[in-house]
């Protein structure tokens, strides 16, 4: 999924890492054998097929609407109660993502939204797919950009 995208924004080529030190170069086959899959379901016959056709929808981080709020959501049934959302968050995020004991002696995992910010470390995390959606969130605010903003000092006058 990460080369698909990385060609997708224009990548002529990809390159991985931690991946290989955990699980040694044949982890490359599997890699290959996903994008092959990925391209198959996508009827892109060539990785020059589909290479750079993302970059019409992306924008500069000033336009993005600061506004817009999303919000993790755990799957409970979905969780395997591995803690690494809860880690992730704890340690590196904003402390969103509470730990309970149960009585079997395993954690239960949840969000805590008012501390959530949206930054989606901990669906990333997650060893199991679909297990943490983003959900947007209704604001009832209106789209706001950094070039609108009151707090930049170098806003563009409406
Ligand atoms: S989206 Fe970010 S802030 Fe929210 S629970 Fe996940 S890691 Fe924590
Ligand atoms: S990372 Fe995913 S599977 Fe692990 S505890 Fe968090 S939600 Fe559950």
Redesign the pocket.
């Known amino acids: 999924r990460d080369a698909a995208e990385f060609i997708a924004l224009g990548s002529g080529a990809v390159q991985v890492c931690t991946a290989a030190m955990l699980h040694g170069f044949r982890i490359v086959e599997d890699m290959k054998d996903g994008l092959a899959r990925w391209m198959d379901q996508h009827g892109h016959r060539s990785l020059q097929a589909f290479r750079g056709q993302a970059v019409g929808h992306t924008t500069d981080w000033k336009y993005l609407d600061i506004n817009y709020k999303s919000v ?1 959501q755990i799957d409970q049934q979905a969780c395997i109660g591995c803690g690494r ?1 809860h880690i ?2 704890e340690d590196t ?2 402390q ?2 509470a730990s309970t004991l149960k009585a079997d002696g395993t954690h239960a995992y949840s ?1 805590i939204e008012d501390e ?8 990333i995390t997650c060893p199991v797919e679909n297990c943490i959606e983003m959900v947007a969130q209704d604001t009832g605010k209106p789209y706001l950009n950094w070039t609108q903003d009151p707090r930049n000092p170098y806003r563009e006058a409406s």
């Open positions: 993790a959302c992730a968050c995020s904003h969103a993502i969000v959530c910010v949206g930054c989606n470390l901990c669906q």
